[in-house]
């Protein structure tokens, strides 16, 4: 039960989080560039801004839970759940960035989706062998 709660909270933290780095990084490029030092009150900026904070913060959060999850779930169950991720980030994008999202797009994301649902069927435990020590032949 826990890999698909750490699975979903990795999920939304990368989406929310890549949003807010997007919306931040935005807010930063609609600074003018022609102005004598730019590129300082551009850092400055960006150390001020809580959205990039914010969006850091998850991604350093979904680091943690995607780690956690490789170490009890193969990563080929992983990696395709996790792409999940993407369907949400066109989501949030549309949604909360007002990111024009054509249907081709969309249909390409709901491929994404029926990806994963054919992957996170397969299940996400190792074999039993490769879980036990003691059943392992040793290496020679």
Known sequence: MKTPIVLTLAILAQAIGNTCLSKGMKNIAALSSTENGFFLRMILHAMGDPTLWLGTLLLILFFILFAAALSWA??????????????VNVALAHQFLDEPV??????GTGFIFLGVILVSRTGSRRTAAADNPIQRSPAR
């Open 74 to 87: 193969d990563l080929s169950f992983v990696i395709p759940v996790i792409s999940f991720g993407y369907i």
């Open 102 to 107: 054509s249907s081709m797009r969309w249909l």
